[in-house]
């Protein structure tokens, strides 16, 4: 595929999802870069519109956002989901590969990507009692992301409706188990840099 094709290809797969995701399984149609530009595009949008949407809509303040922090989060979110997935699904036998799943993820993301910049735009043009145009808008984009990416799930790993909602329990179930571990192995060398610190002090003081 040329770079114009990998590009235009996720608008293709939101108006035709189960073709266009049966393709990027079967016959390697997906981009990761094209994937990974979408994750970024999102998280990019996502953080400028906390940061930029009107007061009408928008309670956070807006100097506490990092766009760079959110983006990172986005992207590790993104990456935990994929892992989480991707290891129960070798478990109950799933056709879909690690990178399938990212191409899933972030083509899925499309419709968020299309909405939250012109949404963002829209809050200041809105009144006050005119903010459910706007929670419309960027929440048909979230339920369409959705289900897209359960389509995209089930069709790359060939599975069922009804097992693909048990997947998704159950990588929920592993990504909290995902986060818990690393969040321990972040203690334990925190308690182990801390000792050697110490030792080093230690010692310094003692020479």
Request: glycine share 6%.
């Amino acid at each position: 595929m040329s770079k114009k094709e990998k590009l235009r290809y996720p608008f293709y797969v939101i108006t035709h999802p189960f073709d266009g995701f049966y393709e990027i399984r079967h016959r390697n149609k997906g981009s990761i870069s094209a994937a990974l530009l979408l994750i970024f595009l999102f998280g990019l949008s996502f953080s400028l519109n906390r940061r930029y949407a009107s007061f009408v809509v928008n309670l956070i303040n807006p100097t506490s956002v990092d766009s760079r922090l959110e983006v990172l989060g986005v992207f590790a979110a993104v990456l935990l989901f994929c892992t989480a997935n991707w290891s129960i699904t070798c478990l109950m036998e799933g056709e879909g590969r690690f990178k399938d799943i990212l191409i899933v993820i972030g083509y899925s993301m499309l419709p968020m990507v299309l909405t939250y910049l012109p949404s963002t735009l829209l809050s200041h043009i809105i009144a006050s009692d005119e903010e459910s145009i706007y929670y419309l808008i960027t929440g048909i984009s979230v339920i369409l992301f959705l289900l897209l990416a359960v389509v995209g799930i089930m069709t790359i790993h060939n599975f069922s409706f009804g097992k693909t909602l048990m997947t998704l329990g159950l990588t929920f179930v592993a990504l909290l188990l995902i986060i818990f571990l690393l969040l321990l192995l972040f203690s334990l060398v925190s308690q182990v840099f801390q000792f050697l610190q110490s030792v080093y002090t230690e010692l310094i003081l003692r020479l």
